[in-house]
């Protein structure tokens, strides 16, 4: 089992940055896979950014130039560092783990004002 929780949301105004983190627990060393999603209000979850098995990392296009994804593999610790964000940007955003099988956060929320 592997338990994710994440940190770092809140509010902020449109060209502000926040970081997020996601601590995981548990049968860490299984895990092959760790990235974030956001489901915006009225939306399905969507990708935004992983790190894939190769490490090399993968984002979405509409997040591209503007969040970056790293890790710290000593505190089993991924973030998400936003910058010159949008309100399109709001949305809970939850981290995600893969290994034996999916896992994911209870999520946290972004709010990006005009």
């Known amino acids: 089992q592997v338990q994710l929780v994440e940190s770092g949301g809140g509010w902020v105004q449109a060209g502000g940055s926040l970081r997020l983190s996601c601590a995981a627990s548990?049968?860490?060393?299984?895990?092959?896979?760790m990235g974030w999603y956001r489901q915006a209000p009225g939306k399905q979850r969507e990708f935004v950014a992983v790190?894939?098995?190769?490490?090399?990392?993968n984002y979405a296009d509409s997040v591209k130039g503007r969040f970056t994804i790293s890790r710290d593999n000593a505190r089993n610790t991924v973030y998400l560092q936003m910058d010159s964000l949008k309100p399109e940007d709001t949305a809970v955003y939850y981290c995600?783990?893969?290994?034996?099988?999916?896992?994911w956060g209870k999520g946290t929320l972004v709010t990006v004002s005009s």
């Open positions: 790190f894939a098995p190769s490490g090399t990392t």
């Open positions: 548990g049968s860490t060393v299984s895990i092959y896979v």
């Open positions: 995600y783990a893969k290994s034996t099988m999916d896992y």
